[in-house]
């Protein structure tokens, strides 16, 4: 099972940034980060991700603005949020989704197909 906890979340003017991190914890899983968001009344939507070649995706709506980031052993995942909007007010979460290459069927059952999420952090954009 891994955990993610986010952190870096808070109350900024508009066109203010914030920096977002979240940690892993420990696993012999390989790690896949996105990130999602929330706003009050809305369902939660996609915003930025490594794809499984390493290339990164955006949802339009933040192109350019935000940039998604992570640490070398996989495990810790950034978001850096530039130019913040009111609309950009939301909980912001993180997902990994686990995998393995390990032909170890106990390493393949533990990770392969797994996602988990954070428990989001707060932005509030005014």
């Known amino acids: 099972h891994v955990q993610l906890v986010e952190s870096g979340g808070g109350s900024v003017a508009a066109g203010g940034s914030l920096k977002l991190t979240c940690l892993g914890s420990?696993?012999?899983?390989?790690?896949?980060m996105s990130w999602y968001r929330q706003a009050p009344g809305k369902e939660r939507e996609f915003v930025a991700a490594f794809a499984s070649d390493g290339s990164t995706q955006y949802a339009a709506s933040i192109k350019g603005r935000f940039t998604i980031s992570q640490e070398s052993n996989g495990r810790t995942s950034y978001l850096q949020l530039d130019g913040l909007e009111p609309e950009d007010t939301a909980i912001y979460y993180c997902?990994?989704?686990?995998?393995?290459?390990?032909?170890?069927?106990?390493?393949?059952?533990?990770?392969?197909?797994?996602?988990?999420w954070g428990q989001g952090t707060q932005v509030t954009v005014s």
């Open positions: 997902k990994t989704e686990t995998s393995t290459t390990s032909p170890t069927y106990q390493h393949k059952r533990r990770c392969n197909g797994k996602e988990y």
């Open positions: 420990r696993t012999y899983c390989d790690m896949r």
